[in-house]
């Protein structure tokens, strides 16, 4: 949420800039801007709306220097205006900051700051932060540059309560940029005489491939030659250089239309790489090395909480439902925004899993904290190898999907339910379940890459469904079981991209409401394979029939009933209960998709949303 860049070196910052802010795009598309230093002067161009609008003012008035930084705004605090775009600046005009947080206390530290004669141009608390360190530094009476610099940012983030990812520059500091983060992420990017910050790696990847990850507390000075990191709280800081993962080639699109696209169809691969070297034949189980716990300590754990949100947190719901049917533990499952303030009685052989798909959403990072704090076993499940919540958490289990760009999340999605059945494999395994299950689990797994081949082969028979329906005034999502979980993230996708309002329901809570919504234009998506539940299922679809309710299901291959009594049929493989929500994901996104590209929506940027939500 929000995009920072900065730079400095021997090119010149603007088409850098620029080119991090794309790629960084998807984190807040509201409005964008940069500063740049150049001959002890510091020049801005913000602008609201897409990067595109932020490209065309500088054609108009173009901009030049060495140094710069750069931002990519989701609004928080005042509206979507060019005032509110960062870089702000401070009193004096000489010094600019772009942030990524929420300065909690910033209405208490303006009220004083007017009283003393300042004046604000936005109504964001990101211009309050960069008022405050200008007047530390504006009181300081050592030597105009960057020493003084950090010891007024120093003492006015001592002022401030909050979150923060900052970037900043002042002219009379002209070799250097600082960072300091607490709570948002922040990164430096190294390179041969130039250097980077970023929020994210995607953003300078194209550049180096040498990062190294900011702490809470951090202060970085960052030259073209150099840097320096220190602690807000005292001395200096200790820091490794990591080697990015992936390469700019993998945050591209590809010949696909959208991301979102691409990394549908990224999924027989991401699944495969969710199980790979963690499936045991010999011992009929799966292996989580990165838990970091003996059979002996997973034989003891006695009650799992999963925590997460949006579309991790149904993940976290289908693995409630997987883990108790494989592995008999009790599981529960909380939005980590919940969690964070519940006050949950937590009995000593709790262990809690906090699943991010970045690593860094604000509030399942407090998730883990507040289970840290009780003295739990806090692990990780995250696709983003360097962020907070897989450095925090006491081990956990890493998705390998790969970058996810489109704000829809899906290949994350099937990765993390891929591995809620391979934690209930391993812990059934170590409990109750006998060889030739486990091997019977086994097999289905590595069959799941080659369902969802087949399912994904059917893109033009979903698109044909999706432009059917795509004038529906709403839609409904039912699946029992398993795939009640698998409906909610079904209506998630189709109300997040296409903004057709979509709710999700278990199937039999039909007739405690829903029922009253069901009109000839608003379809009902059955998620029907022929499991356990099928026949309830279809009582279910006829009772929406009767009210003339169109029917789209997602069907097992070959089932008859399903083809009579649905509208239209979205069809996957047969697979066991446990594994159909990550095979019943995937029409729905599709679906979804379709809807969305028919009816014009933006799909990689759906209207007020970001990816990776640092602020509670
Ligand atoms: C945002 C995104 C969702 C995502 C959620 C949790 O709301 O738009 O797609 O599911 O954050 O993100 P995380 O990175 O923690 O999985």
Known sequence: MCGIVGYIGKHDAVPVLLDGLRRLEYRGYDSAGVAILADGKISVRKKSGRIANLTDLIAQSPVAGHVGIAHTRWATHGGVTDANAHPHSDQSGRLFLCHNGVIENYATIKEQLISEGHTFKSQTDTEVLAHLIGKEYDALASAPGTARLVKSLRSALTQVVGTYGIILMHADAPGVIVGARRGSPLVLGLGSGENFFASDVSAIVAHTREAVYLKDFDIAVLGANDFEITSLLGGASGYEVSKVEFSADDVSKGSYAHYMLKEIHEQPETIRDAMRGRLVREEATAKLGGLGMTPQQLREVDRIILTGCG??????????????????????????????????????????????????????????????????????????????????????????????????????????????????????????????????????????????????????????????????????????????????????????????????????????????????????????????????????????????????????????????????????????????????????QLLAYYTAVHLGCDVDKPRNLAKSVTVE
């Not at 169109?550 to 697979?575: F, N, Q, S, Y």
Request: proline share 5%; glycine share 8%.
């Open 311 to 588: 579309t991790a947190s149904h993940a976290a719901m289908c693995g409630e439902y997987i883990i108790e049917a494989l592995a008999h533990v009790p599981v529960e499952v909380e939005f980590a925004s919940e969690f964070r303030y519940r006050n949950l009685p937590l009995p000593k052989d709790t262990l809690v899993f906090c699943i991010s798909q970045s690593g860094e959403t604000a509030d399942t990072l407090a998730a883990l904290r507040e289970g840290k704090r009780k003295g739990l076993r806090v692990l990780g499940i995250c696709n983003n190898v360097a962020s907070t919540i897989a450095r925090e958490s006491d081990g956990g289990v890493y998705m390998h999907a790969g970058p996810e760009i489109g704000v829809a999340a899906t290949k994350s999605f099937t990765s993390q339910v891929t591995i809620m059945a391979l934690l209930g494999l391993m812990l059934g395994r170590i409990r109750h379940l006998s060889t030739t299950e486990g091997l019977r689990i086994l097999d289905e797994l590595e069959a799941l890459p080659g369902k969802v081949a087949r399912i994904l082969a059917q893109s033009d028979h979903i698109r044909a469904v999706a432009e059917k329906y795509a004038h529906a005034k709403a839609m409904m999502f039912l699946g029992r079981q398993f795939n009640y979980p698998a409906a909610l993230e079904g209506a998630l996708k189709m109300k997040e991209i296409s903004y057709i309002h979509a709710s999700g329901y278990p199937s039999a809570e039909l007739k405690h409401g829903v029922i009253a919504l069901i009109t000839p234009e608003v379809p009902s998506v059955f998620i029907a394979p022929e499991d356990s539940v099928f026949e309830k299922n279809v009582s279910n679809i006829e009772e929406v029939k009767a009210r003339k309710g169109p029917i789209i299901a997602v069907g097992t291959e070959g089932c008859d009933r399903i083809a009579k009594v649905a509208d239209d049929v979205l069809w996957i493989p047969e697979c066991p209960d446990y594994l159909s929500p990550i095979l019943a994901s995937i029409p729905l």
